[in-house]
């Protein structure tokens, strides 16, 4: 069974610049996270959509936005990219909220650099 | 609100050593209890949970945890290490009520030395 996808792996931007990252859960999952690592920070929410919707949000400001397709993939938005954007963008899922002991299972990641 | 303090932030130990990485944390609800796995430029891996019964949970490649209720801690434990588990570790909580509310740890560098 294939696990959380993301694309794509690696990417340069230069700021200001707009990034699009992409994101498929295990199949039957369908709450998506967003998560940011960046270095010495540790990981850091942005963004949850479960059936579509967002339904919850990390301290981020509105230039990180998202949305969750009828298949249950995400896309991860990023406006205006800032040189503090540089970060690993990691996408997780989990199956119905609160299933599995609110388990949440985690892709690869998108390495994102803007310079 | 929960949060989770992993007391160290790196763990430098002997091949073939035992090992411990420490987790402590505090919530006003019950809550399940995680260790992830972050080997280097890779994401996440789920190691072992506790959600509920025995409080001994063992998890992939030989690691267990022991969860503590009346110290809060849920301690992750490996008799013997080897090389390949060079990674950093992450200790999480999330409430019953939801996971959008899990909360990571800062997690704990371990590094073994041959």
Not at chain 1, 9 to 23: A, D, E, M, S
Not at chain 2, 13 to 27: G, I, Q
């Amino acid at each position: 069974e294939a696990g959380v996808t993301q694309s794509p792996t690696h990417l340069i931007k230069t700021r200001g610049q707009q990034v699009t990252l992409r994101c498929s859960p295990i199949s039957g999952h369908t709450s998506v996270y967003w998560y940011q690592q960046a270095l010495g920070l540790g990981l850091q929410f942005l963004l949850w959509y479960d059936e579509g919707e967002e339904r919850n949000r990390g301290n981020f400001p509105p230039r990180f936005s998202g949305r969750q397709f009828p298949n249950y993939s995400s896309e991860l938005n990023v406006n205006a990219l800032e040189l503090e954007d540089s970060a690993l963008y990691l996408c997780a899922s989990s199956l119905v909220p609160g299933g599995e002991g609110n388990t949440i299972y985690f892709g690869e990641g998108s390495w994102l650099t803007v310079v | 609100a929960q949060s989770v303090t992993q007391l160290d932030s790196q763990v430098p130990v002997f091949e073939e050593a035992p090992v411990e990485l420490r987790c402590n944390y505090s919530s006003s609800v019950s809550v399940y209890l995680f260790w992830y796995v972050q080997y280097p430029n890779q994401g996440l891996q789920l190691l072992l949970k506790y959600l509920s019964g025995s409080t001994l949970v063992k998890g992939i490649n030989g690691f267990e945890a022991e969860f503590n209720k009346s110290q809060t801690s849920f301690h992750l434990r490996k008799p013997s290490v080897h090389i390949s588990d060079t990674a950093e570790y992450f200790c999480a909580v999330s409430p019953y009520s939801s996971a959008s509310k899990i909360i990571f740890g800062s997690g704990t560098r371990l590094s073994i030395r041959p």
